[in-house]
């Protein structure tokens, strides 16, 4: 079935560090992909993403390329600050009306 | 302002003791979902609906009910809650057909079994 995988975390950064969380999937046919982020205490919220190959999604100063060949989703942000410290779920939604979730991967920014 | 409103936030409980969990949406969206959020196993869909009387198993529907009765609500019922349905749960709606634009999802709900 679809899935997805993502780096486990906690990936900690030193503000004003790049950031990469690598994300890869498997499905049947051509999923729209997606990163949602989920700051402490709250929901998720979309960040962005991407509807089909090569796409780019990009918010808030970070980017996803829908890359088909090597099927990842790799989430990029050239420096971080502290307020970016949440999870981050990589997701790709099937033509079946569902979401299928990676695991998340939190991420530490400290001063 | 359009979003999605699951109750109540944090919820605890004792085995066996029926609850609703509810989740109203007002964007009159067709599809709507219940998730579960446990560490490290991210999230798991627990039934789905595609409309009024519509609903269907997802990944995990052992132990949960769901009814649509009205197009905006779409309640969780755990009849007899057991500690392993301890998790934090959220609602999500979208348009039918447009779920590849992204999900609205509600702010959670953190229900404790003990």
């Known amino acids: 079935g679809d899935s997805v995988t993502q780096m486990e975390g906690p990936v900690t950064l030193s503000e004003e560090a790049c950031l990469t969380i690598?994300?890869?999937?498997?499905?049947?046919?051509?999923?729209?992909l997606f990163w949602y982020v989920q700051y402490p205490g709250e929901g998720l919220q979309l960040l962005l993403k991407?509807?089909?190959?090569?796409d780019k999604g990009s918010n808030k100063g970070f980017e996803a390329t829908y890359r088909k060949e090597t099927t990842s989703f790799h989430l990029e942000k050239g420096s971080v600050q502290v307020s970016d410290s949440a999870v981050y779920f990589c997701a790709l939604h099937t033509g079946f009306q569902k979401l299928v979730f990676g695991t998340g991967t939190r991420l530490l920014v400290s001063p | 302002e359009a979003q999605v409103t699951q109750n109540p936030r944090y919820l605890i409980t004792v085995t066996g003791k029926k609850l609703t969990v509810t989740c109203s949406q007002n964007m009159n969206h067709e599809y709507m979902s219940w998730y579960r959020q446990d560490p490290g196993l991210g999230l798991r869909q627990i039934y789905y609906?595609?409309?009024?009387?519509?609903?269907d198993k997802g990944d995990v529907p052992e132990g949960y009910k769901v009814s649509r009765k009205e197009k905006r609500n779409f309640p969780l019922i755990l009849e007899s809650p057991s500690p392993n349905q301890t998790s934090l749960y959220f609602c999500?709606?979208?348009?039918?057909?447009?779920?590849?634009?992204?999900?609205?999802f509600g702010s959670g709900t953190r229900l404790t079994v003990v």
């Open positions: 690598n994300c890869t999937y498997t499905a049947t046919g051509y999923p729209s």
């Open positions: 991407a509807t089909k190959a090569d």
């Open positions: 999500a709606s979208s348009l039918l057909g447009q779920g590849n634009y992204g999900y609205t």
């Open positions: 609906s595609m409309n009024v009387e519509v609903t």
